[in-house]
């Protein structure tokens, strides 16, 4: 499985940026999707995650209300959408995947597959 991230970039507080990842596989709709970012000198950390028929997400407590994840299966493409954007939010975001549902769907170390990230910078 590739992953592909894109859609970063430098906006100000309060925009709106949609992030997309782009999966090649040939089951793409097998696979459980999550996001993470990394901001510099500290751990990466969970966003979101959907399951495979878009059917369950959850969010990190910080970003319910304000990201939407969703995934479009017949693009085999996930996305994003974050909303009322703040400088915290300044982070090198990560696309993962994995087969199945892990109850640890929050730990990156449950996802085998990863991107390259996409770099979001949000200016005060």
């Known amino acids: 499985v590739q992953l592909q991230a894109s859609g970063g970039g430098l906006v100000q507080t309060g925009d709106s940026l949609r992030l997309s990842c782009a999966a090649s596989a040939r089951t793409f709709s097998d696979l459980t999707m999550g996001w993470f970012r990394q901001a510099p000198g500290k751990e990466r950390e969970f966003v979101a995650s959907i399951n495979w028929n878009g059917a369950i997400s959850d969010y990190a407590d910080s970003k319910k209300g304000r990201f939407v994840i969703s995934r479009d299966n017949t693009k085999n493409t996930r996305y994003l959408q974050m909303n009322s954007l703040k400088p915290e939010d300044t982070a090198v975001y990560y696309c993962?995947?994995?087969?199945?549902?892990?109850?640890?769907?929050?730990?990156?170390?449950?996802?085998?597959?990863w991107g390259q990230g996409t770099q979001v910078t949000v200016s005060s």
């Open positions: 993962a995947a994995r087969y199945g549902y892990s109850d640890s769907y929050y730990y990156p170390s449950a996802y085998n597959y």
